[in-house]
């Protein structure tokens, strides 16, 4: 099954609904990343979170989010646009620890700190908001943050599984938000709703669309509205690093240049390497000299 995700207005359109099925591009971050289980874990929940969070705007406009924390790893961050590409980073890579109930142990692993959300609207300046991390599982900050910073009261489930050889066997979730004037009764019923519904990993392991995922928590009260293909993309070319190598300056380059006659530029996205020679970097040094 591709990954992707389905949106759909429920409850008599008084919520907002998202599910998605993200194991592909969880999978792909894992290999592009080498993430052991608790990083893949933690990273694999946010960029869930993201796609999902992604499909609330519009066309190329870009979400940004970075979890700042004190954990052992060392901050993630994603960005994500409304045609459901997503990529990102994490601080270290190789975490693989167990909580006593024997669980990939997350909420250790984030830590304490901030979650920032980066709106980039392609119209105006970059709008950032800020709210604290509760657990460090993730799916709970985004729903704080939900809350807290944009006053939609959200409920967000992140899941997965991991293979015997610790990959990635399953990804996906939902994030439900309730409408301006949802009624009481809806409310609680929603709350028994999420109460009794399965956990997202045993949903994803029985092979739960993300349109049946929306069908168990509104047992059939919804009407689909759009679905979306997800992917880990990243948009790097080698243009942008040389104008980030340009903006150094000539005698950095000259440096660079000197001590290993050749420069490494590595994407922290998604890994590629642009090499530029010797002759690259003169061509480089004159550029610099034009700005
Ligand atoms: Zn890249």
Redo the contacts with the bound molecule.
């Keep these: 099954m591709n990954d992707y995700l389905a949106k759909a207005y429920a409850f008599d359109g008084r919520v907002r609904l998202y599910a998605a099925r993200t194991t592909g591009v969880v999978h792909e971050a894992q290999k592009i990343h080498d993430l052991w289980p608790t990083s893949a874990t933690a990273f694999g929940r946010l960029l869930t979170g993201s796609l999902i969070m992604g499909a609330m705007y519009k066309d190329d406009q870009e979400l940004t989010i970075r979890v700042e924390s004190n954990g052992p790893i060392e901050g993630m961050v994603t960005t994500t646009n409304a045609r459901g590409e997503v ?1 990102g980073y994490v601080g270290n890579p190789h975490l693989y620890f167990k909580n006593k109930e024997g669980k990939l142990n997350v909420s250790h692993a984030v830590g304490e700190g901030n979650i920032h959300v980066t709106k980039d609207v392609k119209v105006r300046d970059f709008f950032t908001s800020t709210s604290r991390i509760q657990t460090g599982e993730i799916a709970e900050d985004l729903a704080y943050y939900f809350t807290v910073s944009e006053q939609i009261p959200s409920a967000v489930a992140l899941g997965e599984k991991i293979n015997d050889d610790n990959t990635i066997a399953l990804a996906g979730g939902f994030i439900l938000q309730r409408m301006p004037g949802c009624p009481e009764e809806t409310i609680a019923l929603i709350e028994t709703r999420l109460k009794t519904l399965k956990p997202v990993s045993q949903m994803l392991e029985e092979n739960y669309t993300p349109e049946d995922i929306i069908d168990a928590i509104t047992e059939g009260d919804h009407r689909i509205l759009h679905k979306l293909d997800l992917s880990y993309h ?1 948009d ?1 070319n080698r243009e942008k690093f040389e104008r980030g190598l340009i903006s150094l300056g000539e005698k950095q380059l000259h440096e660079m240049k000197e001590q290993d006659k050749k420069i490494d530029t590595v ?1 922290h ?2 890994k ?1 390497t642009y090499t530029f020679n010797e002759e690259e970097i003169d061509l480089l040094i004159k550029e610099t000299n034009k700005t």
Excluded: P
């Design positions: 990529r990243c790097c994407c996205f998604c590629t």
